[in-house]
C-alpha cells in the first residue's frame, strides 16, 4: 500500500485546521468540474469542488480546482460560497490544506493553486 492509498484508507487521518475545516476526497468524478472530486467540511456547512493538474504529466505543476463552492443540498448549479469573505476564506483553507499536507490529497508535487469555475472561468490564481 502507498502513503496515498493508507491516508485515503483512513478518513480520520485527513486534517483538521484548529478552526474545524476539513478537506476530504471522495473517490468520484465531478461533472462538470474534473476527475476528482472532493468534500469540504467546514464548521457550518460542507461543499464541493473538483480537482485536476496542469500539465497533465510532469512535475511541478498547479492544482485546477473548479466547480468550487458547490452545494450537494441545492442542485448541481446552486453555489453555497456566495461572498468574497466566504469565497477567500474557503480558497485560502483548501489552499494550505493541499499544499501543506499533499499525501492526502495528491500524489504529485504542486507549486501553485488555481481556482476555475465549473465552465473553467478563471477565478484567481495563488
Known amino acids: 500500500m502507498t502513503p496515498v492509498d493508507s491516508e485515503r484508507a483512513a478518513p480520520a487521518?485527513?486534517?483538521?485546521?484548529?478552526?474545524?475545516?476539513?478537506?476530504?476526497?471522495i473517490g468520484r468524478a465531478l461533472f462538470p468540474g474534473g476527475h476528482s472530486a472532493y468534500r469540504v467540511n467546514s464548521?457550518?456547512?460542507?461543499?464541493?469542488?473538483?480537482?485536476?493538474?496542469?500539465?497533465?504529466?510532469?512535475?511541478?505543476c498547479r492544482a485546477v480546482i473548479s466547480s468550487f463552492g458547490r452545494s450537494a443540498a441545492?442542485?448541481?448549479?446552486?453555489?453555497?460560497?456566495?461572498?468574497?469573505?466566504?469565497?477567500?476564506k474557503a480558497q485560502a483553507v483548501v489552499r494550505e490544506l493541499l499544499l501543506t499536507?499533499?499525501?492526502a490529497y495528491h500524489d504529485r508535487w504542486i507549486?501553485?493553486?488555481k481556482f476555475r469555475l465549473g465552465d473553467d472561468v478563471h477565478i484567481e490564481i495563488f
Open 101 to 103: 499536507h499533499p499525501l
Open 74 to 88: 441545492r442542485g448541481p448549479w446552486r453555489y453555497l460560497l456566495i461572498t468574497p469573505d466566504a469565497i477567500s
Open 13 to 25: 487521518q485527513w486534517p483538521t485546521t484548529a478552526d474545524g475545516w476539513q478537506l476530504v476526497p
Open 43 to 60: 464548521p457550518h456547512y460542507h461543499f464541493f469542488f473538483a480537482m485536476t493538474f496542469e500539465p497533465l504529466f510532469g512535475d511541478p
Open 111 to 113: 507549486d501553485a493553486v
